[in-house]
């Protein structure tokens, strides 16, 4: 246990305290937050805070003292009432206003309101008006009643037999799992293919042929993947934890946000079939470094256990729609793809706690087979140097080397 300890500590540390490695974990937080900030310049610079105004020939405007919702960042424009038209032309001809909304007499019936401006004005303003009119209209009633009819309906879709149940305010059900399983992706490819590098390096300047000398195969295979696997797990833990705190962040900027909800047990259920997951392909990943004698090379064999993970991703439409079919139900239980398939279920159906089982049996089962398979195919690939190990080489041949 002690010389599996220290692959681990050695695998672990040589790869995370590279530059590559610090770059990458800090690269898509950084990537965001820049997308972040060039969203941000791109309404600042669309904002603009001249005032607008308007006529009301319908009697409609009841409070002229209303407060608009005010943002964070950006304060509504002021909003100036005129009694004719040609004095507010006078002000949109001089450029005191950006432009003036006539609101037609017979609105009530018609909804009409003409807008009057050299240019379109603002978005910020057109917003900033439609408020007020609405909350104008909205005056006699209470604010239960005006909040109620502003937010709209909360609809709840349910199934006929009662097992889906969706809604605007669990949209971060679809959303979680989907961001999950493509950080999880990425963690993959990234972390695999340190793994699929080191295994190749060790192996073309016969390091391995030393090493095993005082630890048996599987051990070192086990300890190489198990620090494949927290490496990964640390990248997916700080996206996580940037991701938790731009949540935070969204909630007080955003009341849409605040309004949503998530279930912890179906993050708890994706960071269960994830463990196993990443195991599996990480061992399977070893396996091909085991067995391969070009970088190149394995990389593309490697990309055969990567790939089905973006399956579940092209079926999101029948996943959707019908997520206890028969190809659903396969894409849950088989184990490349199960990892995000099944969460995804869980937000669209109630999904059997026997299939829940036999998923999460199914992935540790093929985590631990990984595993096995890696290490015998460490044990035929050191013996066969320079020469590219079969797939049938190593299940008919991988007892005799033990």
């Known amino acids: 246990m ?8 050695y695998e672990y540390s040589r790869h995370v305290f590279r530059k590559r490695f610090i770059f990458a974990l800090l690269g898509m937080p950084f990537i965001l937050i820049l997308i972040a900030a060039f ?10 805070d001249t005032p607008v105004g308007y006529v009301d020939n319908a009697g409609v405007i009841v409070d002229e003292t209303i407060i608009l919702p005010s943002g964070w960042f950006f304060k509504p424009v002021e909003l100036i009432r005129f009694n004719d038209e040609s004095t ?49 209209l909205l005056a006699t009633q209470s604010q239960d009643r005006v909040d109620r009819l502003l937010d709209g309906p909360k609809i709840e879709i349910f199934s006929i037999d009662g097992s889906r149940h969706a809604s605007s305010q669990r949209i971060l059900d679809i959303v979680i ?16 293919g340190y793994l699929l590098q080191a295994l190749l390096e ?15 195969p599987n051990q070192l295979m086990i300890g190489k993947t198990l620090a494949d696997m927290c490496v990964g797990l640390t990248q997916l ?56 004698t070009e970088g190149q090379e394995a990389q593309q064999m490697a990309t055969i256990f990567t790939l089905p993970l973006f399956v579940p991703l092209w079926f999101v439409g029948p996943l959707m729609t019908n997520p206890n079919s028969p190809l659903v139900i396969g894409m849950s239980l088989f184990p490349l793809t199960s990892p995000m398939t099944m969460p995804l279920r869980t ?56």
């Open 2 to 9: 002690k010389k599996l300890l220290r692959v681990f500590k």
């Open 88 to 136: 507010a032309r006078l002000a949109v001809d001089q450029g005191t206003i950006q432009g003036v909304y006539i609101i037609d007499e017979n609105y009530i019936d018609t909804g009409n309101v003409h807008l009057i401006a050299p240019k379109t004005v603002s978005s910020n303003a057109q917003s900033d008006f439609q408020d007020f009119l609405q909350l104008n």
């Open 39 to 48: 969203g941000f310049i791109s309404i600042a610079i669309q904002y603009k």
């Open 202 to 216: 060790e192996k073309e300047n016969r390091t391995m042929e030393i090493i095993v000398t005082s630890i048996s």
């Open 237 to 292: 833990a700080a996206w996580l934890g940037f991701g938790i705190l731009g949540l935070a962040v969204a909630k007080v900027l955003s009341p849409w946000v605040a309004g949503q909800q998530y279930s912890l047990g179906n993050l708890g259920l994706v960071m269960a079939l994830i463990f196993p997951a990443f195991i599996m392909i990480a061992g399977l990943m070893a396996a091909v470094g085991a067995m391969m």
């Open 347 to 402: 937000a669209f159906t109630t999904v059997p706690t026997w299939q829940l089982a036999i998923s999460l049996v199914i992935l540790y089962l093929c985590a631990a087979g990984a595993l096995i398979l890696a290490g015998r195919a460490f044990r035929i690939g050191m013996l066969q140097y320079g020469r590219r190990v079969k797939w049938r080489e190593v299940f008919q041949r991988g007892k005799s080397y033990e």
């Open 177 to 192: 799992p989907i961001a999950v399983g493509v950080l999880f992706m990425v963690m993959v490819n990234i972390t695999g």
